[in-house]
């Protein structure tokens, strides 16, 4: 009996062993064959680098601020070679942010190296990998609609200063409106503005301010402006109001952002250095010596020198029709010279006090067809308004825009708010 237990034995085994193919047919209990998931554990990485941010003081440089952090004269040339093909390190300014990484917070394996170029931009280096090979990043920038609104008490400034604005703001604001207010002379207590503009951040920091989307200012007498930023297509961006045609003019209102009028036009003025009354033929804005000038259209420069009693001057023709004129500059723009093209608001000179002149100022002359004529009064048409093929989207972006604008809170109109008259939408 034991012999023929053996011998099934090994008959069974044979016959396993030669038909390896699984069966045809499903077996009759398919639980026996269920199969349990295996059960994965999710393997997280956690970071263990560890970064130190550092700045190159005044009178240091970046190779004895690396010396510091063990990198070696060798390593430092190296870094120093290879940035010059982006950036170069060898003259970088003081108060230079940069920052090492290490593997982790033992600080032996040193990962990368970045060096903050600009607000926006970051020299960086991985050290794991040799050579050593700079690459540039591109900081992501994130916006911030702020909407402000002021009433003007004293001045323009003071009113952005009492709505908690930034007053680097307010020169945008006049460039919105400078065809229809001269913000040198026009500008009065009672006179309210208000505006949305994009605020930039990088990494939570604010670093600067992007366009104004939409601006009013209404003044105290009655008139009334709005300026929504719009880019038709196939064209660069500008301001239009809300029908559509455009805030531009043939000419701005004035040849400085800002000024003080100290002489008007006139048949016959007393002449404070010749002692007799001759015509002023033109208006003078009382400003400090540098102040820029502007050129108030596009033009031509026809005379740029020195011209006598007119101290330095630069003429310009800006059609067949009109010229304008700026005496007793300070000096020129780089590069200007007779022959130069100009475009309107392009800074061509600077306030002075040559030639008769009695202080620091400008005289700006207008002419019509040769003559003289008042600046200030002379009325022009406007640029081109929204292309009739952009009126919808243009529609589209002025409601927006507009809907955005503070309320005017006339009723705190001489008082700041502990929170000033701000609002904060996110993008």
């Known amino acids: 009996m034991n012999k023929l237990i053996v011998f099934s034995f090994c008959t069974t085994l044979v016959v396993s062993c030669s038909n390896p193919k699984p069966p045809t047919t499903a077996p009759q209990n398919d639980s026996a064959l269920t199969v349990e998931p295996a059960q994965v554990e999710e393997v997280v990485a956690v970071d263990k680098s560890h970064t ?19 990198f070696t004269a060798p390593e430092i040339l190296e870094l120093v070679s290879a940035s010059k093909s982006i950036h170069s390190l060898e003259r970088i300014p003081a108060g230079t942010k940069f920052s090492v990484t290490w593997s982790d917070d033992t600080k032996t394996e040193r990962a990368k190296i970045s060096f903050a170029t600009s ?38 400034w003071d009113s952005a200063s009492s709505a908690g604005m930034a007053p680097s703001l307010i020169p945008e604001l006049a460039e919105i409106f400078a065809w ?32 104004v989307l939409a601006a009013q200012f209404h003044t ?27 805030l531009k003019r043939m000419f701005l209102k004035s040849p400085l952002k800002f000024g003080r009028i100290s002489s008007r036009f006139s048949k016959s003025r007393f002449h404070p250095i010749l002692k007799y ?34 101290g330095k001057m630069i003429k310009i023709r800006h059609n067949s029709v009109y010229t304008t004129a700026y005496l007793h500059l300070n000096g020129y723009a780089k590069n200007l010279r007779r022959g130069s093209k100009v475009e309107q608001g392009q800074v061509i000179g600077y306030v ?8 620091p100022h400008l005289h700006f002359s207008f002419y019509k067809h040769g003559r003289f004529v008042d600046p200030l009064g002379v009325k022009f048409p406007s640029a081109d308004p929204v292309p009739e093929s952009s009126m919808t989207a243009f529609a ?3 409601q927006n825009s507009l809907a955005k604008l503070p309320e005017w809170n006339l009723d705190r109109e001489f008082a700041q708010s502990e929170e000033g008259e701000m609002d904060i939408f996110l993008q």
């Open 52 to 70: 130190e941010w550092f700045a190159i003081p005044a009178k240091s440089t970046t190779f004895t601020e690396l010396r510091k952090l063990d």
């Open 119 to 156: 607000k926006s931009k970051r020299l960086e280096f991985d050290l794991t990998e040799k050579p050593w090979t700079p690459s540039e990043i591109e900081l992501p920038i994130s916006k911030l609609m702020r909407t402000f609104t002021g009433t003007v008490t004293t001045t323009l």
């Open 180 to 211: 229809q207010v001269d913000f040198s002379r026009e500008v009065q207590p009672g006179d309210r503005w208000r505006l949305v503009v994009e605020e930039k951040f990088i990494e939570d920091e604010a670093v600067g301010w992007g366009p």
């Open 220 to 246: 105290k007498s009655g008139d009334k402006y709005t300026g929504i930023r719009f880019a038709p297509e196939g064209e660069s961006a500008s301001y239009f109001q809300e029908d559509g045609s455009s």
């Open 277 to 310: 009354n001759r015509p002023h033929n033109g208006v003078d804005y009382a400003a400090p010596i540098g102040t820029p000038v502007r050129t108030v259209g596009d033009g031509r420069v026809t005379f740029v020198g020195r011209n006598g009693g007119s």
């Open 352 to 359: 002075g006090n040559t030639g008769l002149s009695t202080g």
């Open 396 to 398: 589209s972006v002025a």
